[in-house]
């Protein structure tokens, strides 16, 4: 075959296919035309075959010549490929009733738990006071959770919180406060220090309105030289009114925890019945308990390896739940358990 007559047939097999793909009317009798053009036996293939015999000067034209045209056929190919998938699409489509242009099914927007809510409002505002995030374990060592914070085994204190200890792991505790976690932290970190630890605690108790045997607590700690009593009064009344608003009322009262000498309690006047009419959450008191607190205990520090002659501290423990009762106008704390979607709905 000459150079003329190989371009006249490359001329007829690009009309011949252009012509069965123009008529092609389903994606079956397009491949069929593909495999016979440009499949492995397919006439366009035998015919950049014969390239082989022509001459340099011949291959330099009808090279790129034979080229061009396979890449013209698999563009078109290609093309009436698309146009024939959206044609089934659409005749798919007008068969069925399917009213593309109906808005979709909303997908419901999960939002927080009340009791996160109200946590990360508590956590924002302490760290706007300077503290930072540090966490510690829910299974506890008894050291962390009682020993190293001056209550040894013969303590009254146990009693009070009347632990689960775990059968079968002598000596490890559902911890029953976040307080293990000033030991830990203070174990690895030395001061100046300044750690909120939020979580999960564990004691046996009945359930009632206010009381869970699983609860959540804020732990407090700032350890630095000169910390005082005046620091912790005036940090904590910041926090209340932070949290609460600048009409935040604050009570401390003188109270006792082995690992803080003086220690105290803080109330927040009840705002549910605004101090006047008893009511239920403060049980007429007007004030409500929100946390324990203190002065760090020498005993703690030295237990730490922290010199109390040099450094002191304060440290506080607060309960998430009555805070977050009294913020989210929640009365009764099996409402933060029992996922009753009446309830968290509203927040
Ligand atoms: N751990 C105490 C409790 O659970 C609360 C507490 C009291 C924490 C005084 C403290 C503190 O850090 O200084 O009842």
Redesign the pocket.
């Known amino acids: 075959m000459n150079l003329t007559e190989w371009k006249q047939k490359c001329a007829a097999v690009e009309a011949e296919y252009k012509k069965q793909i123009a008529a092609a009317a389903d994606a079956d009798v397009l491949e069929a035309a593909r495999v016979a053009s440009l499949g492995r036996k397919g006439a366009l293939t035998e015919l950049l075959k014969n390239l082989k015999d022509f001459s340099i000067e011949e291959k330099k034209e009808a090279g790129p010549l034979g080229n061009e045209l396979k890449k013209n056929l698999e563009a078109a190919f290609e093309s009436k490929e698309m146009t024939l998938v959206a044609a089934k699409l659409n005749a798919d489509l007008e068969k069925t009733n399917i009213d593309l242009t109906l808005p979709g099914a909303p997908v419901a927007a999960g939002h927080y738990h009340p009791l996160t809510i109200a946590l990360n409002r508590m956590t924002a505002v302490l760290s706007k006071l300077g503290f930072v995030w540090a966490d510690g374990p829910q299974i506890e060592e008894e050291k962390y959770n009682f020993d190293y914070l001056n209550i040894p085994a013969h303590h009254p204190a146990r009693d009070m919180?009347d632990t689960f200890f775990i059968a079968g792991k002598p000596g490890m505790v559902l911890r029953?406060?976040?307080?293990n976690v000033?030991v830990r932290y203070m174990e690895k970190n030395k001061p100046p220090l300044r750690i909120m630890s939020p979580g999960r605690?564990f004691r046996k108790d009945d359930i009632d309105a206010s009381h869970s045997p699983v609860f959540n607590?804020i732990?407090?700690?700032y350890v630095d030289k000169n910390v005082s009593l005046a620091d912790l009064k005036s940090d904590l009344t910041a926090f209340m009114k932070g949290l609460f608003g600048a009409k935040a009322e604050v009570r401390f009262r003188p109270?006792y925890?082995p690992?803080?000498e003086p220690?105290v309690e803080v109330d927040v006047k009840c705002v549910f019945c605004d101090g006047k009419s008893p009511c239920a959450f403060c049980k007429g008191t007007g004030w409500k308990e929100m946390?324990?607190?203190?002065i760090?205990h020498p005993q703690v520090l030295r237990n730490v390896g922290i010199d109390p002659e040099v450094y002191s501290g304060?440290?506080?423990?607060?309960g998430v739940e009555r805070l977050a009762m009294m913020l989210l106008n929640i009365k009764d704390i099996r409402a933060f358990y029992e996922n009753d979607l009446r309830i968290l709905r509203q927040f």
């Not at 029953?176 to 307080?179: G, K, M, N, V």
């Not at 946390?291 to 203190?294: C, I, N, Q």
């Open positions: 919180q029953t406060h976040t307080s000033q605690v607590q732990e407090g700690l109270s925890f690992f803080v220690g946390l324990g607190a203190g760090v304060y440290a506080f423990g607060m």
